[in-house]
Structure formats: C-alpha cells, structure tokens
C-alpha cells in the first residue's frame, strides 16, 4: 500500500476505535482476509477497515466517520450474495452486520417480527414455528444468508412464486441514509436535531409501515433491492404467514429438456400457481444426486418439482390439475410425495444443488437472468450452443415458475482463461435474456457481476434517473461505490452508447 494510503489507513482506524470497541475494528491483512470476497468469489479485494456494530447507534458512529473523511462504505450482510454485491473497496471501510442479530419482537396476533439485519433468514420461521407460522422467502442460502441481504438483494427462493419475493414480505425498513442530517459535532447523534445539519451526514429513516399500507410513494420498494447503494438497515419488520395445513409435492420427469421448459408454461397458462414450480436438468440432478440422494430419476433430461399446498382439499384438487397439464405436455413419469419427510427430500435436492457443483468442480458461477416463461426451450437451446462455443459445462436449475434462470458454469478460477471464458459465457446468456424481453437479474442483484449489461438492458435517460436517485440519498456517492450503475463512460466503451453534450442533465457518480 502507498505511504499515503497507509496514512489514511491510519486515520481511519484511529477515528473508528475511537467509537468502536478494538476488537470490532479489523485492519491488518490476516483479520480482514475473511471479507476479501462475497460468494462471487473469483472477485476478491481486501478492504482497507473493517467495522463490526453492535447496534444502531454504532452504526451511525462509523457512517459519520466516513462521511467526515469521505471514505467509501460498503455494508455486508452474512456475505452469501451471488453478484459481488459485498465486494468490498480497497480504500474504504467494509461495515460487517453481523452482530446485529437478534430478534426484536415477534408478535403472533399481528403476524410481524421485527429484526436486525444480521439475522439468518432461517431463523425467523425457526422462531415464528411454534406459533404456527413461518417466513415465506426461503433462498437456496437461507441457513445462513441474512435478513439484511436478502434485503439489499430483493431476494427470492424456490417458493417465492406464490408467496413473492423479499419486496412481498416486508412491511418496514428503518435505515439510515446520507442526505441532509446531522452534523459531525458530538451531539449529533440518534435523535439528535438535524435542521441545520451538513450535507453527506447520517440520519434516520423509517420506509413503510406495520399497518397494511402506508401513505406517500412508495420508497419502502425503492429501497429493498437497491444493493446497500441507498442505505444501511439497521431494522427490519417482516410479515409471518400460517403454515398450511399440508403440502405435497410432485415430481414429474421428461425425456427432453426444451419439453420439460413448455411444461412450465403450460402449467401457469392453465391458471394453477403453484408453491414452488422448479426445474433442474441431467447434469445437475446427477450432480445432486451423488450428494444428498434426493431419490430424483437419473434417466430423465430434467425434473419438475412442483408444490400444493393449503387445506388437504385444496391441495389433492391442485395436484390433479397439474399432473395432468403435466402428462399433457409429455411428463414420462410422476412421483408424489407420500408424507412430509418425502416432500422434504424432494426439495433437498434443489436446495443442494449449489453445493452439489461445488463438489464436481474447483469452482462455478451461478447466473441469475429472467426471462418470460414462454421462452425457456429458447434460452436452454442457447445455453446448450454456448457450452460448445466455450467448451465449459453448464448445469441448470430454475426458478422455472417466474423465469428464473440459475445456469451453474463450471470452471477453474485458477487458469487465468477458463475465467475469461466463463465471463464471456455468462455474458452472452445475459445478453440472450434481454433480447427475449428479460432482464439480467431476478434475485442475485446487479452488483459488480452485470454492471456491464445494465447499459444494454437500460437507455442513457434511464440510467441518468438511477444516478438521480442514488445522489438523493448519498450525494457524495459514499454507500457501495462503483456498483449497480454503470458509468455513462463505461456504457460508451461497453455498449456503444453515445453520450451528447447536455443529453444527460445528471452528473456521473462519484469515482474512488
């Protein structure tokens, strides 16, 4: 590091101890190796500082600090994001969740619990269970992701389809943001009065609300999913539904992958929804398969998993709709779950299927584009031709019910062009997914990952609107720099954008 990067280094950790306990400020190499990376991990930068809050008010310390010295801010989760989201800046301070993690208040009547952002996703249903209720966002990760992820991230889960994704289930955020607020002075703190505070400095705010609705525009939307670019959360309060009364899952079998794409899509064209409605082809249930023998069919191109759930009326009535949309659109074989340990093993398979890669190859990258459901033979015909054109494979699960691609590329990070190959992969897949009138992301965030092909998915004005917004809420462009939104400068050598004089009456973010 530069002599004057080691002095700032040194500043930085000085004011932070300063606010912090010792133990809850990491700087040397060794201390801050563990967040070099998100689980984006062929992308690794070790952060200047790292802090570790234990409340809010902490929080607001280290947010002051870095608006002070204009030090960059990037805050992490349980550090399980897909898309470098997490990824944190050399020069800057990498502000660690984890400690926040308990649960506030969890009210059964209301069906609310209210949650700090380091709080595992599994752990609120885990506390809601004996209550009878649950958390209805369950990711691949939920054992260990954390509520605030899931938060910045917009995150989904394989039944996510009927019961919606992270946007759907929380009610209230409260957070603090870098616009106009409190001044660096000593009493300018958690409700200390910031009328005649200084640009850039943190101050409290509350999106949403427990009741069912809340007046004004609807910034609680705008802030879940905008990747820790607008915000830091420091409270949660999310929605708890009953658990049903029973449910079951089918699994139905197809001797052609495309076949098995247009079972999907017949499925919801005849009005059913299913709780979960998930695909995976040969070489990712074979790959599953030898880890936590799910009992799928290793004969079939690729697999459907499809969930009733409801009152035991309800469901038989469901499953009998859609086995037989399913043998209509050429299902050679059905399994139905007999009982919940069945229906548990079912879906052990696709929650595993991440790790199952892991174990067949040094490394993989998961993709996560959308694309509309009538188009999914496309995308696989197109994945297939990219395996040969890159001479990679690629293994495929989908949230298939809302078009949500998980192409798993395997590869070795170690050789320097099995990357560069894998980059180009996931780029084009990407690319494809716009051009079918998708978009590059469902659930994963943008990130570091697909910064490249928001310039191909978004025009100038757009991207000039995303700037606005982000500048509104950190107008030094503090929180989670270089993310997300790409430059128009990047656009113009990516994409081929052109970028006339006063076009944009918006200024670029700033650079660190």
């Not at 990760?141 to 039944?159: D, F, L, T, W």
Request: glycine share 10%.
């Amino acid at each position: 590091m530069l002599a004057d990067g080691v002095f700032r280094q040194s500043e930085v950790v000085a004011r932070l101890r300063a606010v912090l306990p010792a133990e809850s400020v990491l700087w040397q190499r060794e201390d801050t190796r563990p967040y070099e990376c998100d689980g984006l991990s062929a992308y690794r930068q070790l952060p200047m500082v790292v802090a570790l809050p234990r409340d809010e008010a902490e929080v607001m310390a280290v947010m002051r600090i870095c608006a002070a010295l204009k030090v960059p801010l990037v805050a992490r989760g349980a550090g399980t994001g897909l898309s470098g989201g997490a990824y944190p800046h050399a020069n800057g301070v990498l502000l660690s969740l984890a400690k926040m993690n308990r649960i506030l208040q969890l009210d059964p009547l209301a069906r609310v619990a209210r949650v700090q952002p380091g709080v595992r996703n599994a752990a609120i249903s885990e506390a809601a269970a004996p209550h009878g209720l649950y958390y209805a966002p369950d990711p691949s990760s939920q054992i260990a992701c954390s509520i605030g992820g899931n938060v910045a991230e917009n995150s989904g889960g394989v039944h996510c389809l009927k019961y919606g994704l992270t946007v759907n289930n929380v009610l209230r955020v409260r957070a603090l943001v870098l616009g106009e607020g409190a001044g660096e002075g000593e009493g300018a703190g958690v409700g200390a009065d910031t009328s005649a505070g200084q640009r850039g400095q943190p101050e409290i705010i509350e999106f949403g609300s427990e009741a069912p609705d809340a007046p004004g525009l609807d910034m609680l939307a705008l802030l879940i999913g905008s990747e820790g670019m607008l915000a830091v959360v420091t409270e949660i309060s999310v929605k708890l539904l009953p658990r049903p009364q029973l449910a079951r899952c089918v699994l139905a079998a197809f001797d052609d992958v495309e076949r098995a794409g247009e079972a999907v899509a017949a499925v919801i064209a005849a009005g059913i929804i299913p709780a979960g409605l998930e695909m995976m082809d040969q070489p990712a249930t074979h790959a599953v398969e030898q880890f936590v023998h799910a009992g799928y069919p290793m004969d079939a191109a690729a697999i459907l998993l499809c969930e009733a759930d409801g009152t035991p009326e309800e469901v038989e009535e469901e499953i009998a709709r859609m086995t037989e949309v399913l043998r209509g659109a050429g299902a050679t074989e059905f399994r139905i779950s007999r009982d919940e340990a069945e229906r548990l093993r079912f879906w052990s398979g696709r929650k595993a299927a991440f790790p199952a890669v892991g174990r067949i190859s040094p490394d993989y990258y998961c993709m996560d584009g959308t694309i509309p459901r009538k188009h999914l033979g496309r995308i696989l015909r197109f994945i297939a031709q990219m395996e040969t054109k890159y001479g990679l494979r690629c293994p495929n699960v989908f949230h298939a019910g809302d078009g949500n691609l998980h192409p798993l590329i395997l590869f070795n990070a170690n050789d320097p062009d099995q990357l560069h190959r894998t980059e180009q992969f996931a780029a084009e897949v990407l690319e494809q997914c716009i051009a079918v009138g998708g978009t590059v992301t469902g659930e994963h965030g943008v990130g570091i990952e697909k910064i490249n092909q928001m310039c191909q998915q978004f025009s100038a004005p757009e991207l000039a609107q995303f700037r606005a917004l982000k500048l509104a809420f950190d107008p030094d462009g503090l929180l989670n720099p270089d993310k997300n939104i790409p430059s128009l400068h990047r656009c113009a050598e990516f994409g081929g954008m052109h970028i006339r004089g006063g076009e944009l009456p918006f200024p670029e973010l700033p650079r660190f």
